[in-house]
């Protein structure tokens, strides 16, 4: 199938012609947040969001605000003509890539911050990282106004922060959670994979099948010891080559609260390095249907 070609755009100002025109024609408006060095994950992200709105926009910012001093921010990999490419052939309309100054001008100074849900799993090694998110999601959600945006699930605890913070600042936008893509061999679509070197790679996919052990017992045994269990996977990641696993916990799927026994939908949640790159994973847990309990609140 031939695609119209996408409009590339690199203002806000443009990005709000753009979408005042489309409103005039009625049509409803869903947004793509991305960093770019786009994959098939990114392009399943446009190919939901179409089932809900009639005009889609993709936008590719490299945050610098949610790096810390020691991360990729200089090497994070930048491939816009691949992604334009990537993002016609999907059949998205526009493009928004602004530059850094667009986004923060030098007198730039507030920060959008959203307690409790922010505390521990990704960050708790990396100080900044959720404030930058919020901040910049919140930017491009009021610049764009759309009716929906699209995150992935892979990264579980910025979906769970991005609703809350549409929620607490009456954002009228609906976030829709996107279900995790994973390559052919099973490791979580990232656009930092491709860091990884062959050997890496052979360490890399282990996560998911430990993961995959871990939702087992969970789900199998009768009262699962959870910390046993995550003290015994977090040990076989390591024998398998892992270079650190920065945590790796279950939660309540919903909350992100700590959880001791499985009697509501959780979540096992993980940040696992190999040599230098930082792999995120998540996988759902389903109580036995006897342990179910209704949620009160
Ligand atoms: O998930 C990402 O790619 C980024 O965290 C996001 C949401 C685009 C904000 O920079």
Redesign the pocket.
Known sequence: MTHKSIKIIRTIKELREAVTSWRKEGQTIGLI???GALHHGHLSLVKEIKQHTSRTIA?I?V?KK?FGPNEDFDLYPRTEEEDIKKLQSAGCDLLYAPSMDEIYPTDFSSTVSVAKLTEGLCAADREHFFDG?TT??TKLLLQALPDAAI??EK?YQ?LAVIKHLVKDLDIPTKIIGAKLIRDKDGLASSSRNRYLSTGERVTAIKLHKILNKIVQKCEEEDSPDLDQILINAKQELLSEGFDDVKYLEIRDAETLETITKIDHPARVITAAVVGKTRLLDNMAIIPHKGLVNKRST
């Open positions: 947040p991305t960093m936008s910012f945050n949610q998110i910049v999601v995150f992935g990264d910025q």
